[in-house]
């Protein structure tokens, strides 16, 4: 079975490399609008222990756009 698709748009992209990720799918949230997919994240150092469901090296952010800055 594929995902089931409905009216609800419950994608975002990632960053760093523009995938479409899913609600469920890996990911590292840098800020409330900002995602890295799990590939771009460990590419970035990011450490995801499965057992802790929970990064326990988060992955380096730096360049990412910030909301709470103003200008890059």
Same mark, same amino acid.
């Given at each position: 079975?594929?995902?089931?698709? +409905?009216?609800?748009?419950? #994608? &975002?992209?990632? @960053?760093?490399?523009?995938?479409?990720?899913? !609600?469920? +799918?890996?990911?590292?949230? #840098? &800020?409330?609008? @900002?995602y890295?997919?799990?590939?771009?994240? !460990?590419?970035?150092?990011?450490?995801?222990?499965?057992?802790?469901?929970?990064?326990?090296?988060?992955?380096?952010?730096?360049?990412?756009?910030?909301?709470?800055?103003?200008?890059?």
């Open positions: 079975m594929g995902r089931q698709m +409905d009216d609800r748009d419950d #994608s &975002s992209t990632c @960053t760093d490399c523009g995938a479409t990720m899913f !609600e469920g +799918d890996q990911s590292f949230a #840098s &800020s409330a609008d @900002t890295l997919c799990f590939a771009c994240a !460990e590419r970035r150092g990011g450490v995801y222990d499965g057992a802790r469901d929970r990064w326990t090296v988060p992955p380096d952010v730096t360049g990412l756009p910030d909301e709470r800055r103003p200008h890059p």
